[in-house]
Protein backbone atom coordinates (compact mmCIF):
# COMPACT_ATOMS: atom_id res chain seq x y z
CA UNK A 1 0.00 0.00 0.00
CA UNK A 2 1.20 3.77 -0.90
CA UNK A 3 2.24 5.77 1.70
CA UNK A 4 1.57 9.03 2.34
CA UNK A 5 4.43 11.27 4.24
CA UNK A 6 3.80 14.75 6.17
CA UNK A 7 6.85 15.66 7.95
CA UNK A 8 8.10 12.56 9.73
CA UNK A 9 4.43 10.50 9.47
CA UNK A 10 4.45 7.65 7.10
CA UNK A 11 0.21 7.19 6.87
CA UNK A 12 -0.35 4.18 4.94
CA UNK A 13 -3.10 4.69 2.39
CA UNK A 14 -5.43 3.45 -0.60
CA UNK A 15 -7.30 6.88 -2.09
CA UNK A 16 -7.11 10.83 -1.30
CA UNK A 17 -9.78 12.38 -1.51
CA UNK A 18 -9.70 16.68 -1.82
CA UNK A 19 -12.36 19.56 -1.15
CA UNK A 20 -12.10 21.69 -4.28
CA UNK A 21 -12.40 25.60 -2.98
CA UNK A 22 -9.28 26.85 -1.14
CA UNK A 23 -7.50 23.08 -1.53
CA UNK A 24 -6.95 22.15 -5.30
CA UNK A 25 -7.46 26.34 -6.00
CA UNK A 26 -7.53 29.72 -4.71
CA UNK A 27 -10.46 30.41 -3.20
CA UNK A 28 -10.56 34.05 -2.95
CA UNK A 29 -9.47 34.17 -6.92
CA UNK A 30 -12.12 31.96 -7.91
CA UNK A 31 -15.11 33.06 -6.04
CA UNK A 32 -14.13 36.79 -4.68
CA UNK A 33 -15.66 38.52 -7.59
CA UNK A 34 -18.68 36.22 -8.06
CA UNK A 35 -19.39 37.43 -4.34
CA UNK A 36 -18.51 40.72 -4.86
CA UNK A 37 -21.26 41.24 -7.64
CA UNK A 38 -23.78 39.46 -6.20
CA UNK A 39 -23.85 41.52 -2.66
CA UNK A 40 -23.70 44.45 -5.05
CA UNK A 41 -26.67 43.73 -7.05
CA UNK A 42 -28.56 42.29 -3.79
CA UNK A 43 -27.73 46.08 -2.30
CA UNK A 44 -28.75 47.93 -5.92
CA UNK A 45 -32.25 45.70 -5.91
CA UNK A 46 -33.00 46.11 -2.05
CA UNK A 47 -32.08 50.30 -2.46
CA UNK A 48 -34.56 49.79 -5.74
CA UNK A 49 -37.55 48.83 -3.20
CA UNK A 50 -36.71 51.39 -0.51
CA UNK A 51 -34.90 48.56 2.09
CA UNK A 52 -30.91 47.43 2.66
CA UNK A 53 -28.85 44.73 3.40
CA UNK A 54 -29.99 43.72 7.42
CA UNK A 55 -26.59 43.64 9.06
CA UNK A 56 -24.43 45.18 6.52
CA UNK A 57 -23.14 44.09 3.46
CA UNK A 58 -20.36 42.50 4.81
CA UNK A 59 -21.64 39.93 7.62
CA UNK A 60 -24.21 38.62 4.80
CA UNK A 61 -21.32 36.22 3.99
CA UNK A 62 -18.61 36.64 6.27
CA UNK A 63 -16.47 38.92 3.80
CA UNK A 64 -14.46 41.11 3.98
CA UNK A 65 -14.91 44.46 1.37
CA UNK A 66 -12.85 47.42 0.12
CA UNK A 67 -14.14 50.91 -1.23
CA UNK A 68 -14.76 49.52 -4.57
CA UNK A 69 -17.17 46.82 -2.95
CA UNK A 70 -14.69 44.20 -3.86
CA UNK A 71 -14.09 40.86 -1.75
CA UNK A 72 -10.66 41.08 -0.25
CA UNK A 73 -10.69 38.66 2.16
CA UNK A 74 -13.02 36.46 4.30
CA UNK A 75 -14.33 34.35 7.46
CA UNK A 76 -12.80 30.91 6.65
CA UNK A 77 -15.58 30.01 9.50
CA UNK A 78 -18.25 31.41 7.33
CA UNK A 79 -21.03 30.69 5.20
CA UNK A 80 -18.79 32.11 1.72
CA UNK A 81 -15.76 29.77 2.76
CA UNK A 82 -18.35 26.65 4.16
CA UNK A 83 -21.79 27.07 2.47
CA UNK A 84 -23.39 25.00 -0.20
CA UNK A 85 -25.39 26.89 -3.22
CA UNK A 86 -28.41 26.32 -1.93
CA UNK A 87 -27.47 27.49 1.78
CA UNK A 88 -26.29 31.04 0.03
CA UNK A 89 -29.07 31.15 -2.06
CA UNK A 90 -31.44 30.92 1.48
CA UNK A 91 -29.20 33.09 2.83
CA UNK A 92 -29.51 35.95 0.03
CA UNK A 93 -33.39 35.37 -0.35
CA UNK A 94 -34.23 36.43 3.11
CA UNK A 95 -32.46 39.21 2.85
CA UNK A 96 -34.97 40.31 0.34
CA UNK A 97 -38.02 38.62 1.31
CA UNK A 98 -37.82 40.65 4.44
CA UNK A 99 -37.61 43.50 2.97
CA UNK A 100 -41.03 42.57 1.61
CA UNK A 101 -40.31 40.39 -1.40
CA UNK A 102 -42.41 37.08 -1.36
CA UNK A 103 -40.37 34.38 -1.48
CA UNK A 104 -40.31 32.11 -4.27
CA UNK A 105 -39.80 35.66 -6.10
CA UNK A 106 -36.95 36.17 -3.71
CA UNK A 107 -35.36 32.74 -4.77
CA UNK A 108 -35.60 33.47 -8.11
CA UNK A 109 -34.10 37.02 -7.90
CA UNK A 110 -30.98 35.60 -6.32
CA UNK A 111 -30.62 32.88 -8.82
CA UNK A 112 -30.74 35.32 -11.56
CA UNK A 113 -27.80 37.32 -9.57
CA UNK A 114 -26.01 33.93 -9.03
CA UNK A 115 -26.34 33.34 -12.61
CA UNK A 116 -25.40 36.67 -13.98
CA UNK A 117 -22.36 36.65 -11.51
CA UNK A 118 -21.14 33.17 -12.98
CA UNK A 119 -21.00 34.33 -16.74
CA UNK A 120 -18.43 36.36 -16.20
CA UNK A 121 -16.33 33.85 -14.08
CA UNK A 122 -16.80 31.07 -16.74
CA UNK A 123 -15.92 33.81 -19.41
CA UNK A 124 -12.72 34.36 -17.35
CA UNK A 125 -12.37 30.76 -16.02
CA UNK A 126 -10.14 32.28 -12.91
CA UNK A 127 -9.12 28.92 -11.66
CA UNK A 128 -5.48 28.97 -10.09
CA UNK A 129 -4.00 26.24 -8.82
CA UNK A 130 -1.81 25.98 -5.30
CA UNK A 131 2.02 25.60 -5.98
CA UNK A 132 3.32 22.35 -5.71
CA UNK A 133 -0.14 20.52 -6.49
CA UNK A 134 0.14 19.48 -9.85
CA UNK A 135 3.53 17.74 -9.12
CA UNK A 136 1.71 15.79 -6.08
CA UNK A 137 -0.97 14.74 -7.70
CA UNK A 138 1.60 13.48 -10.61
CA UNK A 139 3.34 11.22 -7.42
CA UNK A 140 -0.20 10.13 -6.23
CA UNK A 141 -1.06 8.82 -9.92
CA UNK A 142 2.19 6.80 -10.28
CA UNK A 143 1.38 5.60 -6.73
CA UNK A 144 -1.61 4.19 -8.05
CA UNK A 145 -3.71 5.69 -5.53
CA UNK A 146 -7.21 6.43 -6.43
CA UNK A 147 -8.32 10.10 -6.05
CA UNK A 148 -11.81 11.96 -5.58
CA UNK A 149 -13.38 15.45 -4.96
CA UNK A 150 -15.53 16.18 -2.02
CA UNK A 151 -17.23 20.25 -2.80
CA UNK A 152 -20.04 21.86 -1.62
CA UNK A 153 -20.02 22.95 -5.13
CA UNK A 154 -22.45 21.17 -7.21
CA UNK A 155 -21.50 17.91 -8.58
CA UNK A 156 -21.21 19.63 -12.86
CA UNK A 157 -19.80 22.95 -12.09
CA UNK A 158 -16.97 21.17 -10.41
CA UNK A 159 -15.99 18.98 -12.84
CA UNK A 160 -16.23 21.96 -15.25
CA UNK A 161 -13.95 23.65 -12.96
CA UNK A 162 -11.43 21.25 -13.01
CA UNK A 163 -11.40 20.82 -16.42
CA UNK A 164 -10.30 24.81 -16.14
CA UNK A 165 -6.97 23.52 -14.29
CA UNK A 166 -6.45 20.78 -16.54
CA UNK A 167 -6.88 18.24 -13.19
CA UNK A 168 -9.90 16.73 -14.51
CA UNK A 169 -8.61 13.49 -15.44
CA UNK A 170 -6.21 12.85 -11.88
CA UNK A 171 -9.82 12.68 -10.11
CA UNK A 172 -12.39 9.46 -10.87
CA UNK A 173 -14.79 10.35 -8.37
CA UNK A 174 -16.15 13.79 -7.96
CA UNK A 175 -19.30 14.55 -5.64
CA UNK A 176 -20.75 17.66 -5.24
CA UNK A 177 -23.28 18.50 -2.81
CA UNK A 178 -25.87 17.77 -4.93
CA UNK A 179 -25.08 14.72 -5.38
CA UNK A 180 -25.75 13.25 -1.97
CA UNK A 181 -28.65 13.36 0.54
CA UNK A 182 -26.74 15.56 2.71
CA UNK A 183 -23.63 18.02 2.44
CA UNK A 184 -20.37 19.12 4.98
CA UNK A 185 -20.28 18.47 7.31
CA UNK A 186 -22.24 15.40 7.10
CA UNK A 187 -20.02 12.16 6.03
CA UNK A 188 -21.89 11.14 3.09
CA UNK A 189 -19.93 12.77 0.05
CA UNK A 190 -17.06 10.72 1.69
CA UNK A 191 -18.77 7.36 2.06
CA UNK A 192 -20.14 8.06 -1.73
CA UNK A 193 -16.75 8.96 -2.97
CA UNK A 194 -15.40 5.69 -1.45
CA UNK A 195 -17.78 3.66 -2.69
CA UNK A 196 -17.65 4.59 -5.94
CA UNK A 197 -13.21 4.59 -5.33
CA UNK A 198 -14.26 1.49 -4.08
CA UNK A 199 -12.37 1.72 -1.05
CA UNK A 200 -12.38 1.85 2.82
CA UNK A 201 -12.97 5.00 4.80
CA UNK A 202 -10.16 3.87 6.80
CA UNK A 203 -7.94 3.38 3.86
CA UNK A 204 -8.43 7.01 3.01
CA UNK A 205 -7.06 10.57 3.36
CA UNK A 206 -9.03 13.67 3.39
CA UNK A 207 -7.17 17.07 2.37
CA UNK A 208 -9.55 20.21 3.10
CA UNK A 209 -9.19 24.02 3.82
CA UNK A 210 -12.38 23.97 6.45
CA UNK A 211 -12.77 22.67 9.10
CA UNK A 212 -16.38 21.50 7.72
CA UNK A 213 -14.16 19.22 5.76
CA UNK A 214 -12.32 18.04 8.92
CA UNK A 215 -15.56 16.90 10.24
CA UNK A 216 -16.91 14.98 7.50
CA UNK A 217 -14.04 13.20 7.53
CA UNK A 218 -14.23 12.62 11.35
CA UNK A 219 -18.28 11.42 10.75
CA UNK A 220 -16.73 9.24 7.73
CA UNK A 221 -14.18 7.11 9.73
CA UNK A 222 -11.19 8.32 7.00
CA UNK A 223 -7.77 7.50 8.20
CA UNK A 224 -6.43 10.82 8.35
CA UNK A 225 -7.75 14.38 7.93
CA UNK A 226 -4.92 16.81 6.23
CA UNK A 227 -6.00 20.14 6.97
CA UNK A 228 -4.64 23.13 4.27
CA UNK A 229 -3.39 26.33 5.09
CA UNK A 230 -1.71 28.04 2.75
CA UNK A 231 -1.15 30.86 5.92
CA UNK A 232 0.61 29.65 8.80
CA UNK A 233 -1.01 32.47 10.88
CA UNK A 234 -4.57 31.09 9.90
CA UNK A 235 -5.30 27.61 11.25
CA UNK A 236 -7.47 27.97 14.89
CA UNK A 237 -10.54 27.27 11.97
CA UNK A 238 -8.83 23.79 11.37
CA UNK A 239 -9.65 22.73 15.04
CA UNK A 240 -10.54 18.89 14.11
CA UNK A 241 -7.72 18.30 11.91
CA UNK A 242 -4.90 15.27 12.56
CA UNK A 243 -2.24 17.35 11.04
CA UNK A 244 -2.06 20.92 9.19
CA UNK A 245 0.11 21.71 6.66
CA UNK A 246 0.78 24.70 4.53
CA UNK A 247 2.45 23.66 1.28
CA UNK A 248 1.78 20.90 -1.04
CA UNK A 249 5.33 20.80 -1.19
CA UNK A 250 5.47 19.56 2.26
CA UNK A 251 3.35 15.99 0.93
CA UNK A 252 5.14 13.02 -0.70
CA UNK A 253 4.20 9.71 -1.52
CA UNK A 254 5.87 6.29 -0.88
CA UNK A 255 5.52 3.34 -2.43
Not at 28 to 46: C, D, F, I, K, T
Request: hydrophobic letters at 45%; aromatic letters at 8%.
Amino acid sequence: MPELQIGTRLEPCRAILFDKDGTLLHFLQMWGPWAGSVLNMMERHLAVIGAEIIGGKERLLGTVLDRKGCVVSYDLRGPFAMGTVEETTGLLAWQLYAAGVPWDEAVMQVRHFSKTAMTDLRNRRPAQAFPGLSPFLEQCRAAGLKLGVVTSDAGKEAVEHLHWLGFRHHFAAVIGYDNVREGKPSPDMVLKACEELDVAPADTVIIGDSNGDMQMGKHAGVRLKLGFAPDPKLTEHLADADIIFHSYEDLQVRF
